[in-house]
């Protein structure tokens, strides 16, 4: 159980160019999701909260213009990276929790290359 | 300062040997949570600690929470092949607000020799 989704996994694109990352709950409903970002040999790093129709909350330093974040369903999150730069090149990886007693449970990963 | 230092950083050991790893909080935890990552993957929920004193474990992995509720403990009884990859844990302290948003250790690279 708690089987996380993310979808897709490795995308290579032009400069400019705007990506879109889905993150799906599989077998839970979740509650609430969150969005990372991890840089080569590092921790990761949160960059939003979203909730099921609200808006996302994102943490300190992280475009909310250029990351836009959509929760539109309770199995559903998805991440647009919006006219995305090299700078943006990364590994991001979401979770879902399905409930406060509820670990986060973590999808694969997407590894975004901006070209 | 970092509110979260896990250590050791890195960790080689023998197949077969036992390991622990360390979490250390500088503020009491609300829960304290353990994944491990293969690197570039997502990460494998372990286990969950919220109470002080708390202990768990599943097959050769056992996890506690102090007392205090500030530091945490894996370890890895007869490692194998299988157990190597990067342990993160991860801080709630928020006691259920701010969405249970977790913060994370650097992590430790952990790799059993055959």
């Known amino acids: 159980g708690a089987v996380v989704s993310q979808h897709p996994s490795w995308v290579i694109c032009k400069s400019g160019t705007s990506v879109k990352i889905e993150c799906r709950s599989l077998?839970?409903?979740?509650?609430?999701m969150f969005w990372y970002r991890q840089f080569p040999k590092q921790s990761l790093m949160l960059m939003a909260t979203?909730?099921?129709?609200?808006?996302?909350?994102?943490e300190q330093g992280v475009e909310k213009d250029k990351f836009l974040i959509n929760h539109a369903s309770l199995t559903l999150s998805t991440l647009t990276v919006t006219s995305a730069h090299p700078e943006d090149s990364s590994f991001y990886i979401c979770?879902?929790?399905?409930?406060?007693?509820?670990?986060?449970?973590f999808g694969d990963g997407t590894r975004l290359s901006i070209l | 300062s970092q509110e979260l230092e896990q250590s050791p950083q890195s960790l080689i050991v023998q197949e077969g040997k036992n390991l622990t790893i360390n979490c250390t909080s500088s503020?009491?935890?609300?829960?304290l949570y353990w994944y491990k990552q293969k690197y570039g993957e997502g990460l494998i929920f372990l286990m969950m600690?919220?109470?002080?004193?708390e202990e768990k474990s599943h097959e050769k992995i056992t996890a506690k929470l102090d007392e205090k509720k500030q530091q945490s403990s894996l370890h890895i009884t007869a490692s194998q092949p299988s157990h190597a990859g990067i342990y993160l844990c991860?801080?709630?302290?928020?006691?259920?607000?701010?969405?249970?948003?977790?913060?994370f250790g650097k992590g430790t690279l952990l790799t059993v020799n055959p």
């Open positions: 503020k009491t935890l609300y829960g």
């Open positions: 979770s879902a929790k399905g409930g406060w007693d509820q670990p986060q449970h």
């Open positions: 600690l919220q109470k002080g004193g």
């Open positions: 077998d839970f409903q979740a509650t609430t």
């Open positions: 991860g801080a709630d302290w928020a006691s259920g607000g701010s969405n249970y948003k977790l913060t």
């Open positions: 979203s909730n099921e129709g609200s808006k996302a909350t994102y």
